[in-house]
């Protein structure tokens, strides 16, 4: 077997992407902070964000931007899902793709818990969106920093 089959069975599948997108906010503060750190730096700007399919750490990056923009939680649900007819032209491919390693169809799309799941885990753990990114070092400046370059 594969480590990538390993992997996939044993690690990602039991965890969904909900799971995963908590292990990277638990883990990975340091490199959330640099990722969003490019936001709020004006010679960082203009910016292009992509992704194979935009649904996992790329849509985990944006959606925590526009948290960050105070945007309503039902519009950023919207735009996560709009990724999936995003991909629609590329489902075939992408369903061989996750099979091949052992996952299942749920891993071609975005995840319909997403959004509020990782909305609820840094309430739950952190005390919400703003405490945990200043745990991460992105304080209230860097914060308004960020809302200044993107918003008009």
């Keep these: 077997m594969s480590a990538i ?23 990975s ?9 490019l936001y709020a730096t ?10 194979t399919q935009g649904k996992d750490r790329t849509g985990l ?13 039902d519009a950023i649900e919207h735009d996560y899902f709009l990724t ?14 996750v099979r091949q390693i052992g996952l ?7 995840s319909p ?5 990782l909305q609820k885990h840094l309430l739950a753990k952190y005390g919400g969106l703003n405490a945990y990114l200043d745990g991460i070092g992105f304080g209230a400046d860097l914060r308004a920093g960020l809302r200044e370059r993107l918003m008009y």
């Design 5 to 27: 089959r390993i992997i996939a069975t044993e690690v990602m599948l039991p965890r969904g992407l909900l799971g995963l997108g908590i292990d990277t906010v638990d883990i």
């Design 29 to 37: 503060g340091l490199e959330i902070k640099e990722a969003l750190s």
């Design 42 to 51: 004006r010679d960082s700007l203009p910016i292009l964000v992509h992704c």
């Design 61 to 73: 990056i944006i959606s925590l931007v526009l948290m960050i923009l105070n945007t309503p939680i």
């Design 84 to 97: 999936n007819r995003g991909l629609e032209a590329e489902n075939a491919q992408i369903l061989t793709e």
């Design 104 to 110: 299942t169809e749920e891993w071609a799309t975005t």
């Design 113 to 117: 818990v997403m959004i509020r799941g």
